[in-house]
C-alpha cells in the first residue's frame, strides 16, 4: 500500500496547441509591403477611372454613397462575427483546460491527503529505536525506504499543486480579458447594425424618389454602352497591372535563385527548398490550374439564370456575362482560388468585386449588397466574398457574373454550372 502511493503518478494537463513554427519577419513585412502597395496601384486605378468619367452625372449615383456605405457596414459586421466566433472558441477552450485543471487539483488534493494520514498513522519512527526494539532489520529498511519516497512524492504533489494553482489564476486572468474583449465586440457589432438599419433606410428613401429615373436611364443604350466601356476600360488597366506585377516577381525569383547558386556551391538543393523560398510573392494560383477546370466549377450564388451570355438585351446590345437572380443577402462565392484586385462601387455595377485566377482569367461579380473581401486578399474556392443585391440601380436582386480570358468575356456556363 505504501509502495503503490509513493509510486502512484499524477496526470499532467495535456496540451492543447502545438508549438508554432518560428515566424519570419522579414517575409512578413515583405508581404504587408506588398499589400499595400497593390491597394495603392488599385486605388489610383479607380480614381483614374473615376475622373475619366467626366462631369456627366447619372441618376444612380446618387444611391452611390449609400450603397457604398452599406457594403463597408456589412464587412466589418462580418469580420466582427468571426472576431466573435473566435474568441466564443478560446472562451470555451479556456473553460476546457480550467476544469481539467480543477479535477487534476482534485486528485492531487485527495491523494496529498491520504499520504499525510498514513503518515500520521505512522508517526516518524527512529531506526535506532527500532533495532533496539528487535525489529526485523529488513522490515525496518523497506518502511523507511517507503517512508522516504512518501516525503518526495509529497514534496513533487505540493509543487504539482503550486504549479496547478498558477495555471487556474492564469487561465481565470485570460477568461476575464477574453469575456471583456466579447462583450466589446458584441457592443460594436450593435452600433454597427444600427448604421446599417440607417443607410438602407436612406438608400430606401433615395431609390423611391429616382426609381423611375433610373429604370429609364438604364434602357439607355448610351449608358449601357458607358457602362461597357468603364468595364473594359478597368478589366484592361488590371491586366497591365497584373501582368507586370507578375513580371517583377519573375524577375525578383531568378535574381534570388541566381544569387544563392554561387552560395551553394553548385550543389544539388534539398526538394522543394527553393521553391518554398521563392513563394513568399505567390501568383494568384498555379499556371494552368484555372483553365483546367474548364466545365466542373460551380456559379458563385444560388439563382435563376435570367439572361445568358450573348443573349440580346433590349437596349440593342448583347449580354457579356450572367446575370443570376437570387434573394438579397444571399452569399457569393469564389468560383476558384485567386487574389482580389478590385473591390468597389463602380457605375453601372454597383458594388464589384474582381478575383484574378492567373493565367489572364478574371472572374467578375456586381451588384452585390456587401463586399466582404478586401483588394489583396488571398481566397480559396467556395470562400464566401460578398453577399447579393441590387446596387448600381438595378431594379431586381441577384448577382451580374463574367468571366473574362485576356480582357475578353467568355461564356460562363461553358465554365460553370448551378449543379
Known amino acids: 500500500m505504501i509502495a503503490a502511493l509513493a509510486l502512484a503518478g499524477t496526470p499532467a494537463l495535456a ?9 519570419d519577419k522579414s517575409e512578413v513585412a515583405e508581404k504587408q509591403a506588398d499589400l499595400k502597395e497593390l491597394r495603392e496601384k488599385i486605388e489610383s486605378l479607380r480614381k483614374d477611372i473615376t475622373a475619366a468619367e467626366g462631369t456627366k452625372s447619372e441618376v444612380a449615383d446618387q444611391l452611390k454613397h449609400s450603397e457604398r456605405e452599406i457594403s463597408q457596414l456589412q464587412r466589418e459586421l462580418h469580420e466582427l462575427g468571426e472576431e466573435k466566433q473566435d474568441l466564443q472558441v478560446t472562451l470555451r477552450q479556456l473553460g476546457q483546460q480550467s476544469k481539467s485543471i480543477e479535477a487534476q487539483l482534485a486528485e492531487q488534493q485527495a491523494q496529498l491527503a491520504q499520504l499525510l494520514r498514513y503518515q500520521y498513522l505512522r508517526g516518524s519512527p527512529d531506526a535506532l529505536q527500532l533495532l533496539l526494539n528487535g525489529e526485523d532489520p529488513n522490515q525496518i529498511a523497506r518502511d523507511l525506504h517507503y517512508l522516504a519516497r512518501i516525503a518526495q512524492t509529497r514534496s513533487d504533489l505540493l509543487d504539482q499543486l503550486a504549479a496547478n494553482l498558477k495555471k487556474k489564476q492564469s ?4 477568461t476575464r480579458e477574453r469575456a471583456t474583449a466579447l462583450a466589446n465586440v458584441e457592443e460594436k457589432q450593435k452600433d454597427k447594425h444600427g448604421k446599417l438599419l440607417s443607410q438602407r433606410e436612406q438608400k430606401k428613401a433615395t431609390l423611391s424618389k429616382i426609381s423611375a429615373q433610373v429604370a429609364a436611364q438604364k434602357k439607355e443604350v448610351g449608358a449601357l454602352q458607358r457602362d461597357e466601356k468603364r468595364m473594359t476600360q478597368l478589366i484592361d488597366r488590371l491586366s497591365k497591372l497584373i501582368a507586370s506585377r507578375n513580371a517583377a516577381r519573375q524577375e525578383a525569383a531568378r535574381r534570388a535563385e541566381s544569387e544563392k547558386r554561387p552560395a551553394a556551391n553548385h550543389a544539388r538543393p ?5 521553391e518554398i523560398e521563392n513563394s513568399r510573392l505567390p501568383e494568384a494560383a498555379p499556371s494552368g490550374s484555372f483553365a483546367s477546370q474548364k466545365g466542373r466549377l460551380r456559379l458563385p450564388v444560388r439563382g435563376t439564370v435570367s439572361n445568358r451570355y450573348g443573349s440580346p438585351r433590349q437596349e440593342g446590345t448583347t449580354w457579356r456575362g450572367l446575370f443570376i437572380r437570387s434573394p438579397i443577402g444571399s452569399e457569393v462565392k469564389a468560383i476558384a482560388s485567386g487574389r482580389i484586385v478590385f473591390a468597389e462601387w463602380m457605375r453601372g455595377f454597383g458594388n464589384l468585386m474582381i478575383i484574378d485566377h492567373g493565367d489572364s482569367f478574371l472572374s467578375i461579380y456586381g451588384n452585390n449588397d456587401a463586399l466582404l473581401k478586401q483588394v489583396g486578399d488571398s481566397i480559396r474556392a467556395g470562400d464566401t466574398i460578398a453577399s447579393v443585391g441590387n446596387s448600381g440601380g438595378n ?16 461564356d460562363p456556363l461553358k465554365w460553370a454550372s448551378l449543379k
Not at 487561465?171 to 485570460?174: G, H, K
Not at 534539398?270 to 527553393?274: A, F, H, K, R
Not at 431594379?395 to 467568355?410: A, K
Open 15 to 23: 496540451a492543447k496547441k502545438t508549438p508554432a513554427g518560428p515566424v
Open 395 to 410: 431594379p431586381e436582386s441577384g448577382l451580374y457574373f463574367e468571366i473574362r480570358h485576356q480582357g475578353n468575356p467568355v
Open 270 to 274: 534539398s526538394p522543394g527548398s527553393t
Open 171 to 174: 487561465l481565470a486572468a485570460s
